[in-house]
C-alpha cells in the first residue's frame, strides 16, 4: 500500500485533467447569465467530495450562489481543521488581451493558463486531492476534516458571512485553512499572517444646477472639482501622513518581531522600482516599503471625474465632480469607524459653495494571526519539508474579510498557505498557475494534515 506522497506523485495527471474539468466551467458569480456554469462548478466538487465518501457531502442554497460543505470527522481527541476557498471566478474580459482562451485550459512553459487557475480554483483543489491520497490508500485522516466553498468570493461574499452565524455548531473548527494568497516570491515558501482591511468610500462635490461656460461663469461661481481636488489634497501630509483626525488611534504598532520579519523577505527595491516603471518609491515616513504596502494604513483616489473629458477643447466649469477612495486598514481599525470619520472629516473641509455628498460602499476588517500559532508552525513545517527552503513569514496588502469573520464568528485563527505568485495575473487576462506549484501543493497539504496533531499535543 503506498503513502500520501506516493500516491500524490504517481497520479500527476489525473489531477490535472480534474483540474482542467474544473477550470473549463466558466462560474463567473457577477454574470447572472453564467449562473447555470456557477452551479454546474458547485456539483463538480459535490462529485468529487462524494466520491471521496466522506461522511457528510452536501450543497447549501443560499439567496446567491450555493455553498458546497463537506465533512469527515473521525476523531474526538484530534483537531478539527475548516477548509475554505472559492470555486468562482473573474470575468475574462477583455478576452481579445488572452493569449489562449480564458476556459480551455493552456499549458505553456510549465504553467496553466485559464481564468480560475491560480484565484482560486487550483489552490483550493489542491486540499481536495490531499485528502484523496489518504482516502484512496487507505490511510485513515490525521485529522478532522470539514469543506466550506463558495460562489460567491468574487462578488464580495453577501451570504457567506450570514451562513456563517446560522451554522456555527457544524462550523466548529480549531483554524481555518485557506489558499487563497500568493508566496513571496517563486520558490520561496512564505505563509501570510496579515491581511489589510477596507473601507470604500465615494464623494461628490455638487456646484451649480448644470455645466456652466467658464468664461461667463468662471471666477465668480466656485468649481466642484477644484474643491474636489482641494478637498483631497488636505486628507494626506507630503509625509503620507492621514491627515483625518482619530485615523490612527487604535492602529496597533509594529512591533520588533514584525519588523524583523519583514527585514528577512527577500526584497529588491530597485528591481521593485524598475518593475513598476518609476524612479522613486513614496509612501508614510518612517516606514520601508514592505511595510507601507502591507502593515500600514493608506488612503488611495482609485478613480476620479467630472467635467468634460472627450477630444479637443470645450470650455466648461463642470456642474460636480465625484471621486472613489479606498482606505486600507490595519489591526485594530474598525472599518465603519473609519468611514465615519472620513465622511466627517471630508464634510469639515467643504466650503459652503457647494455641496458634499459621502458615500461607503463597503469595507471589511483587517486581520493578524499569533506568530506562535501551532497552525503557522505546522505550515511552516509542511512547506520546509516539501520546498526544501526555510519559510517566510509576510502581511499582504490586500484583504479577505471572510479571515477576520472566521475569527470573529468562529473564534479561530486562520492559516493563509498560498501556492500562487503575485506574478500569476489574477483578475486579468492570461492568469496562470505553475503545474509543480499545483503539485506542491497538495503535497503541502497533505504533510501539513500529518503533522498537526503533533504540534498540536
Known sequence: MSTPQEYIETNKEKFIEELFEFLRIPSVSTDSSKKEEVQKAANFLISQFEN?????????????????????????????????????????????LWDSPAFEPTVKDGLIYARGASDDKGQAFTHVKAIESFVKTGKELPVNIKFILEGEEEIGSPNLVPFLEEHEDLLACD???????????????????????????????????????????????ENPLNVLCEIIAKLKDENGVIQIPGFYDNVIPLTKTDRKAFAQLPFNEEEYKK??????????????????????????????????????????????????????????QDPKEIAQLFKQHVESLAPDTVKVTVTEHHGGHPSVTDLNFYGLKAGAKAFEEIYGK?????????????????????????????????????????????IKDFYRGIKTSARFLELLPEYSS
Not at 474526538?76 to 472559492?86: A, C, K, N, Q, S
Not at 500568493?182 to 520561496?188: C, I, S, T, V
Not at 476620479?304 to 465625484?322: F, H
Request: aromatic share 8%; hydrophobic share 35%; with cysteine.
Open 52 to 96: 471521496l465518501g466522506l461522511n457528510t457531502v452536501k450543497k447549501f442554497d443560499t439567496p446567491g450562489h450555493p455553498i458546497v460543505y463537506a465533512e469527515h470527522c473521525p476523531h474526538e481527541d484530534r483537531p478539527t481543521v475548516l477548509i475554505y476557498g472559492h470555486y468562482d471566478v473573474q470575468p475574462s474580459d477583455p478576452d481579445e
Open 275 to 332: 518593475t513598476l516603471g518609476i524612479k522613486a518609491v513614496h509612501g508614510e515616513k518612517g516606514y520601508s516599503t514592505l511595510e507601507r504596502s502591507s502593515a500600514r494604513p493608506t488612503l488611495d483616489v482609485n478613480g476620479i471625474w467630472g467635467g468634460y473629458q472627450k477630444e479637443g477643447a470645450k470650455t466648461v466649469l463642470p456642474s460636480k465632480g465625484n471621486a472613489k477612495i479606498s482606505m486600507r486598514l490595519v489591526p485594530d
Open 175 to 221: 483554524m481555518v485553512l485557506i489558499s487563497d494568497t500568493a508566496m513571496f516570491a517563486e520558490d520561496q515558501p512564505s505563509i501570510t499572517y496579515g491581511l489589510r482591511g477596507l473601507a470604500y468610500m465615494e464623494v461628490e462635490v455638487v456646484g451649480p444646477n448644470r455645466d456652466l461656460h467658464s468664461g461667463v461663469y468662471g471666477g465668480a461661481v
Open 390 to 434: 526555510e519559510v517566510l513569514f509576510s502581511r499582504e496588502g490586500g484583504s479577505i474579510p471572510i479571515v477576520a469573520d472566521f475569527k470573529r464568528v468562529l473564534g479561530v485563527e486562520s492559516v493563509l498557505m498560498g501556492f500562487g505568485l503575485t506574478s500569476n495575473a489574477i483578475h486579468s487576462p492570461n492568469e496562470n498557475f505553475a
